[in-house]
């Protein structure tokens, strides 16, 4: 298949994992921030192909797993109101809260769809006039601009039941968060890249002006990764950490001035509480002023049980980077998808589903 | 006669009758199903195989087939796996009243050009209609029987190590044909359906080989699914290599996008044959010259270690574990 294959070619990885080798010298430990670097790693075996030296972890770059329970259990609560319709991507659906999830709530009678982007929920509400249609807001900065969008649409055509639950997050305020809690040593991070076709580069000068960290922006096939890690491993090596971008065919060093516009217009920055990690200031999105009569935050009032943490479960150590889904002692045994304690077991893009869905040959 | 389905017609009333006489008896003619006692009376001598499924696909439409071409294949694949010879077919409708009976009637033909196509008959059969949402649209029940020949042999726990693993053509058609025209893609995809009875290709590969191990159609849960049961069934490794599994560019285009795994994808009109190494090459000839096995391929082999597990060598000769399908990819594919 075109601009796929070409991008997967065995040839062609076996020399790159070969010039890795070559090139690598000293210990190097990378963080692939998004979850579906860490998908597609696993995916194609990429870690059995580098030298055991090159230590790859997995960072907190899957929206749905750092999703505070707080914020799962205030979703659950919305659903069971009356004439109300909950619009939200798939993944979030099994996610367990303190107590629930919304698929048990939709179970016990809450109406509750799958929709595939934010104008899908509000072709919903077109078609439910008599029902308050809320949409789950979960993403970073790759799904924040469609949901701007949308909200724009929503307000030009004077949409009166259609509500966005707000728990859009953003990537490079976080990264500094977990390099400040210097849990982790790191020498490279593999960037984001769809999140990095709307920020550009400029966000992340900071990691190597003020970390020494290199920075390289990968794409999702297995020759982009290799590409990254082999930029990163040159930058090690010649001790010359910086910002470039692997994924070109994607990023632009500028990226998108009109996403990023829109975002401007629809949403203010807000101190954000990130599951593993805590609050983390100017990281979360919610509705500007001009868009209130849309958030449901403020529209609805409902009543949340306290925050109860489900004990055992290692979660907010693997999105830190601290601890691989081997190391919990629930991962396989008591959390597997079908059963999932966690949400980095529930989402596609998580590290526990990834590691269950794609163990190597010894795991 | 009106233009749909109502509650009358599954009264035993005249209405009923004339449903069942001009509907089904006609176009599904055959001399035991003629009869209308309330058993079908047949005589077969040896070992028979028996097997039913139920049938709620929705759409009950979709690109290369309908839920009638599905209730005939599922049931005539099941008993190929098994390597029987399929026979008699039953048949149960229950229909949601407000069918349009034009729907009704292209899937009655549907069922029938399918039976005609995989030579078998439909012997007995029955109809029920139940209220609006009690049902969606159309449900159907097949029930089959068919014959085992002397010294065939094939079942799940049969696979040795050494066999070659054969796949009969690209997977995850089916899967990708129905998910397509689900609410919510408002994308084309330009795949349909392999739904289709496999008897046929059956009979040529055990004509081409007495040394076939196993059958199973890889159905819901996918190939990985399907290897996982086997290699549980039989205690034994399976390694299959990534570059090796036809998927056609469709599946594949679709698979990226919403982020599935073709190996977990649904197929209607595949099979998947564990055969003796030193008959697989000419097993595969037999496929590739059958119409539902020209992209047949050999894609792996039974291993003796790593009993009950599944490995998958991928491109760039790293190898990952292979789980059976966990959680609902989609409901009511078939």
Redesign the interface.
């Known amino acids: 298949?075109k601009f796929?294959d070409e991008y997967?070619d065995?040839g062609l990885?076996?020399k790159l994992?070969e010039h890795i080798s070559h090139i690598s010298k000293h210990p190097a430990r990378l963080m692939e921030f998004c979850g579906g670097h860490t998908v597609s790693i696993?995916?194609?075996?990429?870690r059995?192909?580098l030298p055991p030296h090159i230590e790859m972890l997995s960072g907190p770059g899957c929206p749905v797993c750092v999703t505070a329970n707080s914020d799962i259990d205030r979703m659950i609560a919305l659903a069971q109101l009356p004439d109300v319709i909950i619009t939200t991507f798939g993944d979030m659906i099994?996610v367990p809260g303190s107590y629930s999830n919304l698929s048990q709530a939709r179970a016990e009678g809450a109406d509750i769809r799958?929709?595939?982007s934010s104008q899908?929920a509000i072709k919903i509400a077109g078609e439910n006039k008599g029902k308050s249609v809320i949409f789950i807001g979960i993403g970073f900065e790759t799904t924040a601009p469609t949901i701007a969008a949308t909200l724009l649409q929503a307000k030009q055509k004077n949409v009166k039941n259609f509500y966005v639950h707000c728990l859009l997050k953003l990537c490079p305020p976080v990264i500094k968060a977990v390099l400040d809690l210097g849990e982790v040593k790191l020498n490279g991070i593999i960037g984001p890249g769809h999140v990095s076709t709307i920020t550009g580069t400029a966000p992340y000068e900071f990691i190597p002006r003020d970390y020494r960290i290199g920075f390289v922006i990968s794409g999702f096939e297995?020759l982009d990764i290799l590409q990254t890690v082999s930029m990163l491993i040159e930058q090690i090596e010649k001790d010359e950490p910086a910002v470039d971008i692997a994924y070109s065919r994607g990023v632009r060093p500028e990226g998108n001035p009109m996403a990023l516009q829109l975002m401007d217009k629809v949403f203010d920055k807000e101190s954000a509480d990130w599951r593993g990690i805590g609050i983390v200031p100017a990281s979360g999105l919610k509705l500007a002023p001009e868009f209130a009569d849309f958030d449901a935050m403020s529209a609805f009032e409902v009543k949340v049980e306290p925050v109860k943490e489900t004990k055992g479960c290692i979660c907010g150590e693997i999105i830190r980077g601290i601890a691989t889904p081997h190391q919990c002692p629930l991962f396989r045994k008591v959390c597997?998808?079908?059963n999932p304690i966690g949400p980095c077991m529930v989402s596609?893009e998580g590290s526990c589903s990834a590691y269950?869905?794609?163990?190597?040959?010894n795991? | 006669m009106g233009k749909t389905v109502i509650l009358a017609h599954g009264s035993g009333s005249k209405l009923s009758h004339d449903l069942v006489e001009k509907n089904l008896l006609q176009p599904l003619h055959n001399d035991l199903l003629a009869k209308l006692d309330d058993s079908a009376v047949f005589d077969v001598r040896g070992k028979l195989a028996f097997t039913t499924d139920s049938y709620v696909v929705s759409p009950i439409f979709f690109p290369g087939g309908d839920i009638g071409r599905l209730a005939v294949c599922g049931t005539v694949n099941d008993l190929s796996m098994s390597g029987a010879v399929p026979l008699y077919l039953s048949l149960a409708l229950i229909i949601e009243e407000g069918l349009p009976l034009e729907d009704l009637d292209k899937i009655v033909n549907s069922i029938k050009v399918t039976t005609e196509e995989a030579g078998i008959q439909v012997i007995t059969g029955d109809t029920k209609v139940v209220n609006k949402g009690s049902v969606d649209k159309i449900f159907i029940n097949t029930a089959g029987i068919g014959l085992i020949s002397d010294g065939v042999d094939i079942s799940g726990s049969n696979a040795k190590a050494g066999d070659k693993i054969i796949l009969s053509g690209s997977i995850g058609d089916h899967g990708i044909a129905v998910l397509s025209l689900r609410e919510?893609?408002d994308f084309k995809v330009p795949v349909q359906s392999d739904c289709a009875p496999l008897n046929g290709l059956v009979a040529d590969m055990l004509e081409a080989s007495k040394n076939i191990h196993v059958l199973r159609d890889p159905t819901r849960g996918g190939l990985a699914t399907t290897l996982n049961e086997i290699a549980s069934q039989s205690d034994v490794g399976i390694s299959i290599f990534e570059?090796k599994v036809p998927v056609h560019?469709g599946v594949?285009?679709a698979c990226?996008l919403l982020?599935f795994?073709p190996l977990y994808i649904a197929n209607e009109g595949k099979t998947v044959a564990f055969v003796a190494a030193d008959d697989a090459e000419k097993v595969l000839a037999a496929m590739k010259n059958n119409n539902y096995g020209k992209e047949a391929a050999i894609i792996g082999e039974v291993t003796e270690s790593?009993k009950g597990k599944v490995?998958l060598k991928?491109?760039?000769?790293?190898?990952?574990?292979i789980?059976m399908l966990?959680?609902e990819l989609l409901p009511r594919i078939c």
């Open positions: 298949m796929i997967r065995a990885g076996k994992a696993m995916r194609n075996g990429l059995q192909l099994k799958i929709v595939y899908d297995s597997t998808p079908e596609s269950y869905m794609y163990g190597d040959d795991g | 919510g893609f570059d560019d594949r285009g990226e982020g795994d790593r490995v991928t491109r760039l000769g790293a190898s990952r574990m789980d966990t959680g």
